[in-house]
């Protein structure tokens, strides 16, 4: 009986919801992902705090049905936070199942489909599965998929795992897709995926899918793989639709959500300085011409509960093995010099412009940097503590930048290689290497120079106009990525995307080498360049063992808490 009215009621919301939804022939879709809060609280037991999450996640679906949504995207670890205790298993997708109308299934997964049914939304949510084999039992990392009716559609296991030596792997790569009532195919993977060739890769050019569901519980890394950094350019280079849903949980530094558009840019983003859960909407253009630009819609970040400033610690990676050189405007020929007047009375400023042209290389790969840049120098009386911008975490065009070259294999903490060449520019608090690619904490000591008319003055800004960098990459097996990150403007975001009209990268390929250039036209820029990843080196020595724990749910949150409390320091 209580089967048949949830079926009545499917049938009426259908009826009711019917003409909000998107179908197959209208040319966008309506997406969430969700920057989520997950509920911390040492006084509940981890089933407790599921059963909680659950009904915060079904309280968001309403919320993005009202705003005629799709399908929505909730994070790794969403649910279980940093619980290794509590498993629930997964239907079949084959089997088409309803947990919401079987009485078999653990409430946490009967509730999830019951709020699909009852919002009429496409969900996505991880969780820590247990899957049953005769006498054998096994534990994943589990994306699961429900469609509008409640029924399980979809069930990927993450196959690239890090520290997670709880869980089990595939012996293979899944290559999961499902496809929507409103004519889309989606893949699915689960954050550190996203470093990998298989399955993500595999998802673009084995199967041609074009849209992508990516749950993560990422830690960002300067200064290449901040969140949104790493999540927009890996849409750019596939030319594909990710719908990214970061967890929020500053305390560990996770943060980083987004709607991507492929090669036409981010529709809606978010690296959080605040705690606290957003609900991110965005129209996305379907990928039916993928060759036709389109300029998306802005997206919209919603607030929900409650939500403070906080700032998470940003991991740097060891540029030791990398080639470098400072940028040092005081050993190089200004083509223009002027003087300013500051603001506030203060006295006389300085502006120099300059341009520079430089390769460099690490063994036989080399770098060609052509950049345009200005430094303004301001009085040493200047009111540094109350100009806010000094006190922002992602303020880096206050200080200098260093050129930085890698051809070698990156080595992380659990023994995973990746591939690797680069060509980028990273900032640099004071001239040592070691202070290269760490978050401003707004104590930094000012570079003082003395003019010979206006005495000592100290680094104000260090403002590219244009910067160009290319390269003769490795052409096997490679995806090349444009890594790009500004500063934000907003007090409560860390760094800011680029559109694609204020940057362009060429790939030209001959017999054994691509020749990769990267142009852009920065405002305020953070750090980044061409980071091509070379998949077909993942097995060879690495070039040093990077211990870093960015991109990826480690094995617990005590080490993890630890190895960032060691980094940032």
């Keep these: 009986m209580a089967a048949a009215a949830l ?22 879709y309506i997406a969430a992902v969700v920057e989520y809060a997950g509920i911390q609280d040492s006084n509940l037991t981890p089933i407790q705090i599921a059963e909680q999450n659950v009904e915060k996640y079904a309280e968001i679906m309403k919320k993005a049905a009202e705003n005629k949504v799709d399908i929505i995207v909730f994070p790794e670890i969403g649910l279980f936070a940093f619980d290794h205790s509590l ?19 653990h409430p946490v997964l009967k509730n999830l489909s019951q709020a699909a049914l009852s919002n009429q939304l496409y969900v996505v949510v991880n969780l820590h599965e247990l899957y ?53 195919t989606f893949g699915t993977f689960t954050c550190f995926d996203i470093i990998f060739e298989e399955p993500a890769i595999g998802l673009v050019e084995k199967y041609n899918v074009t849209d992508f569901v990516f749950p993560t519980a990422w830690f960002s890394e300067l200064p290449l793989y901040i969140a949104i950094q790493t999540q927009s350019a890996w849409a750019y280079a596939n030319n594909v639709n990710l719908l990214a849903s970061g967890y929020n949980n500053m305390s560990s530094g ?22 606290g859960t957003k609900i991110l909407i965005g ?16 997206g919209d970040i919603i607030p929900y509960g409650p939500s403070e400033t906080k700032s998470a610690p940003i991991l740097h990676e060891d540029l030791k093995i990398y080639a470098t050189k400072l940028i040092k405007p005081d050993n190089l020929t200004a083509t223009k010099e002027e003087y300013l007047n500051i603001t506030g009375g203060t006295g006389t400023g300085l502006k120099k412009d300059f341009s520079l042209e430089e390769r460099l290389c690490q063994s036989d790969f080399c ?22 911008t000094f006190n922002k975490s992602d303020a880096f065009y206050h200080f200098n930048y260093r050129l930085i070259v890698l051809d070698g294999v990156r080595s992380y903490l659990v023994g995973n290689k990746s591939g690797q060449q680069v060509c980028a520019i990273t900032p640099c608090l004071e001239d040592t290497l070691e202070s290269c690619g760490v978050s401003n ?33 490795h052409n096997r097996r490679v995806l090349y990525l444009p890594s790009l990150l500004v500063s934000s403007e907003d007090s409560s975001t860390f760094g800011q995307l680029l559109q694609p009209d204020r940057f362009h990268l060429v790939v030209e390929n001959s017999t054994t080498k691509a020749h990769v250039s990267l142009e852009l036209r920065p405002t305020k820029f953070a750090s980044g360049g061409i980071y091509a990843r070379l998949y077909e080196r993942d097995n060879e020595p690495s ?27």
């Design 7 to 28: 079926l009545l009621v499917s049938v009426i919301l259908q009826l009711f919801v019917r003409s909000f939804q998107t179908s197959p022939a209208d040319d966008f």
């Design 543 to 569: 070039s040093a063992n990077f211990l870093t724990i960015n991109m990826l749910l480690c094995c617990s949150l005590p080490l993890i808490v630890l190895y960032i409390m060691i980094s940032v320091k």
């Design 441 to 473: 904490k707004g104590n930094t000591p000012r570079h003082e120079i003395n003019h010979k008319d206006l005495g000592k003055l100290v680094l104000y800004s260090t403002e590219f106009q244009t910067i160009n960098i290319s390269g003769d990459f």
């Design 367 to 388: 770098c060609n940097f052509n950049l345009s840049f200005s430094v303004s120098y301001y009085p040493k009386n200047y009111s540094f503590t109350e100009d806010v």
């Design 132 to 184: 049953k084999s005769g006498n054998n039992s096994f534990k994943y990392n589990t994306n699961v998929v429900f469609d509008r009716k409640g029924t399980v559609i979809a069930r990927y296991r993450k196959y690239n795992l890090f520290g997670e030596n709880y869980l089990n792997r595939q012996d293979a790569p899944e290559y999961v897709r499902f496809t929507t009532d409103f004519g889309v």
């Design 283 to 298: 129209k996305v253009p379907k990928m039916t011409n993928k060759e036709k630009a389109v300029v998306p819609e802005r």
């Design 87 to 105: 498993f629930v298993e997964v239907p079949d997708p084959a089997d088409k199942v309803v947990p919401a109308v079987n009485g078999s299934f």
């Design 254 to 275: 996770n943060t980083g959500s987004g709607i991507y558009a492929g090669r036409n840019g981010p529709i809606v983003y978010i690296e959080s300085e605040r705690s």
